[in-house]
RNA sequence: GCGGCCGUAGCUCAGUGGUAGAGCGCUUGGUUGUGGUCCAAGAUGCCGUGGGUUCAAUCCCCAUCGGUCGCCCCA
């Protein structure tokens, strides 16, 4: 082995996922359905570039996301430029982009505001089960000026719910909250620290009620304070039956009462469409900050085999682009994590692969004289929109066929191997091959 | 940013203090124009990288890089 042949070998790049052709084709086909699923609920399509202005990705940061931004540089930038352009990072989200987007086009929208984008996100951070740095989400919002209807929030759940219903996928469950009624309870219980409440409750999936007991009692909370907490955290309905068991643990507050409202709203308008698949889960809270009201929440059923992870989500913010604009602008918004839930379900071996290519047709090519009658062959089929593949040498016939089936070509064309000879057409599902014309042939003659 | 485990052929992995193997995959052949099966032959490895111990290291020790799982946070 000398220098000059060494390869580079290459590796994966962890958190960065590809997959093979066949797994690809369903990945699209996916984004397909999803796409037709947004756009029967009226969305239309942006797409924003990979990149923002790093300025405006911290200016409208969300949670501890700013330390996980990829940011641009030229592997030699020249000194002189530095500063004068701004720098420039990967969006983390598609939610910021859509924010600055809105901003932007603002005179030119029609509001409410609905749009979908189906593209990729970079988050710079440790890759683990069913975390990526690079991931397809699946965004759709609502956004409208000074104040949006509650049947927003109902009809984008639905939107959200409606796109898992389309994909070939073990059935989900979408968990409702509004944040209303975690702060309204705390208030009303006079718990000043919010964050770090709703934070421990968030998880008490993972770390159990002694979990959070510790945690809460140690920042100095009472005991009946925390059992009301963990009281609330508790209760699930699939109607608005939810509203009495709240009011049973006796506390009150109008933004507590406000909450209730709302929820109540949002379930009775999901739950005559989508039954049991919509639960209210009063435990749910969700990380970002900038949520306000209903929180929402995706899983797969089966939280045996999937973990818990959550494979899509959002909420309702009251001003998401206070950044970018001085006009209130509140909206609701949510994601399907696709690579999330793709990998998730690879793992798994739960896809079916599809075809390894979209050939119909491989017309073989007989012999090197007859290769201009061969590829006249391959173009009459082509203009008739059959995949058209013509086999790229000379070889034995033995070899060109079993290049159609390691392929999963389901048709082979037999061209005149003599004069005179009438083609012939090879159906390899079935091993049938009989005479055919390529100007009239069908698929199921 | 922190912790556990792991790095041997394209892939999944065995293995030994004296420089390596299997299965799958790949290439070719089993004659004249026909695949999947079967049979035969063949190619491919700085045993992640750097240092240390040793007569000798793929194996032991240290470091480093990479992978993976978890914490944090999130799709």
Not at 235 to 243: G, K, L, M, P
Request: some cysteine.
């Amino acid at each position: 082995m000398t220098a000059e042949n060494r390869v580079y070998k290459p590796k994966a790049i962890s958190g960065f996922p590809e997959w093979l052709p066949e797994y690809r084709v369903v990945e699209l086909a996916w984004l397909d359905r999803i796409r037709r699923v947004f756009e029967s609920y009226g969305f239309c399509n942006i797409e924003t570039p990979a990149v923002e202005e790093v300025d405006a990705l911290l200016a409208a940061k969300g949670g501890d996301t700013q330390n996980e931004i990829y940011v641009l540089e030229r592997l030699y930038a020249d000194p002189v430029d530095e500063g004068k352009e701004a720098r420039l990072a990967l969006h983390f989200d598609l939610t910021v982009p859509m924010a600055r987007y809105v901003a932007q086009n603002f005179n030119a929208l029609v509001f409410p505001f609905k749009r979908y984008q189906l593209q990729k996100s970079y988050r710079g951070e440790r890759p683990q089960k069913g975390r990526y740095r690079e991931f397809y989400q699946c965004d759709i919002d609502i956004v409208n000026v000074d104040a949006l209807p509650l049947q927003c929030d109902a009809d984008l759940a639905a939107a959200l719910l409606s796109a898992y219903k389309a994909l070939d996928i073990p059935p989900v469950v979408m968990q409702l909250n509004n944040r209303k009624i975690v702060t309204g309870f705390l208030k009303g219980l006079g718990i000043e620290d919010a964050t770090l409440a709703t934070r421990t409750l968030d998880k008490l999936d993972k770390i159990g009620a002694k979990g959070v007991t510790d945690i809460l009692s140690a920042a100095g909370i009472a005991s009946d304070k925390i059992t009301a907490c963990l009281g609330l955290a508790a209760i699930r309905a699939h109607d608005s039956a939810f509203v009495v068991q709240v009011r049973a643990l006796g506390v009150s507050h109008p933004e507590l009462d406000e909450g209730l409202d709302e929820l109540a709203f949002v379930i009775d308008q999901l739950a005559p469409q989508f039954g049991t698949q919509v639960l209210v889960n009063l435990g749910i809270i969700r990380g970002l900050d900038y949520y306000t009201g209903t929180v929402m929440e995706v899983r797969f059923a089966d939280t045996k085999t999937f973990a818990d992870l959550s494979i899509g989500g959002g909420g309702r913010y009251e001003n998401l682009a206070s950044a970018f604009i001085n006009q209130k602008l509140p909206g609701v918004g949510a994601s399907l994590g696709l690579t999330r839930l793709f990998g998730l379900l690879l793992d798994k071996n739960m896809i079916t692969p599809g075809r390894k290519c979209p050939t119909d047709i491989l017309v073989v090519l007989p012999e090197e004289a007859r290769r201009t009658e061969a590829a006249a062959t391959a173009n009459t089929l082509r203009a008739r929109g059959f995949n058209v593949e013509l086999y790229h040498r000379d070889a034995k016939i033995k070899n060109q066929l079993a290049y159609a089936e390691k392929k999963n070509i389901p048709f082979v064309w037999f061209p005149p191997f003599k004069d005179d000879q009438p083609h012939e057409v090879k159906d390899l599902t079935s091993g049938q091959q009989s005479p055919a014309d390529p100007a009239t042939w069908e698929r199921n003659s």
